[in-house]
């Protein structure tokens, strides 16, 4: 995560329109804009059968399937996270060999920005605006993908298999994290 604040140059006495008065020098001096670009790699996770397989009398933990390629295949679509087909059912009695966070969730990626002005109408009378942009370039950030957590609901999604059938919603990406472009004005004056 890092932020940003920076007063832009333009208006009397900056680089840009310092031979502007009046009101067009009034409007174009004084801005200010700040911002932070968050940047967050994706979060591993492990995937997870929807039943004991292992038949080790676990009640609220479901237990991990096999690996058959040795890694977790990202493909990085919302259609289809992960090969799902490189994961397949732990024998009946047996633990699975897929280790723990097995694959790696989607990242974040977040831009917001601000930008304000103060003005001065009177001795006694002052203007803040402000106005503020989240998620500036409108990118979306998916959530986790719904084959991990277990089948009593404490931990995230569904899981991968229920038994030896792999459920069709394993690897897929139904939701977002953050919402989409949002814009806010602010107006505040004092006197």
Known sequence: MSGISYELPF?????YGKDLSGVAGQLASGWHVSGILS?????PFD????DNRSRNGAVF???RPNLSTGSCRVFGSPAGWFDVTAFVPAGPGFY???PRNACRGPGFKNLDLSAQKDFTVSERIKLHFQCDFFNMANHPNFASPENIGNPNGLG??????AGTQRLASAGRIFNTVNSA?????ALKMSF
């Open 11 to 15: 208006g009397r006495s900056k680089k």
């Open 39 to 43: 940047l967050h790699s994706g979060t």
């Open 47 to 50: 995937v997870r059968q929807a």
């Open 61 to 63: 933990f479901s237990d």
């Open 96 to 98: 699975g060999t897929s």
């Open 156 to 161: 995230g999604g569904d899981a991968a298999f």
């Open 181 to 185: 472009r949002e814009i806010q004005f």
